[in-house]
């Protein structure tokens, strides 16, 4: 499975949140590299943690951004956010129980969720940042 690229496009003109997202892209990218790994490994299991841990922290950050800009469309956005903290943190920490590696669904998952939701939620959120 390829690894995610960072490219130019996906920037939302917020230093914060871009050098967040990249840091996500990053943990997930060192999950493809390492998807031969025990997911019982300190290494593996702290990674998944870490991706749900720092995936919430990056949402309040989002979400506080939001509201200090008067973003008209928070409550959807936060719905979005919502939906990955039910279905992503979920699957997260599930994935213990009935496999030996990171399973392909959960890469595929955690690649796409988070690439169509900063190039169709997150990307709306630009015009805020190039006004100020
Ligand atoms: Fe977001």
């Not at 050098?19 to 996500?24: D, E, M, T, V, W």
């Not at 997260?92 to 190039?119: A, G, M, Q, S």
Request: proline share 2%; with cysteine.
């Amino acid at each position: 499975m390829n690894q995610i690229e960072w490219k130019e496009e996906y920037s939302v003109g917020h230093n914060v949140i871009d050098a967040q997202h990249k840091r996500i892209i990053r943990m997930i990218n060192e999950l493809i590299a390492n998807q031969e790994v025990s997911i019982h490994s300190e290494f593996i299991s702290d990674l998944l943690n870490d991706i749900v841990k720092y995936g919430m922290e990056h949402f309040m950050v989002e979400e506080m951004l939001m509201k200090e800009y008067e973003y008209p469309f928070l409550d959807e956005h936060h719905k979005e956010h919502l939906q990955f903290k039910l279905n992503g943190a979920v699957m997260c920490k599930k994935v213990f129980d009935n496999n030996e590696t990171v399973p392909r669904e959960l890469l595929e998952y955690l690649k796409k969720w988070w690439l169509d939701h900063i190039l169709k939620e997150d990307l709306k959120l630009k015009y805020l940042f190039e006004k100020k």
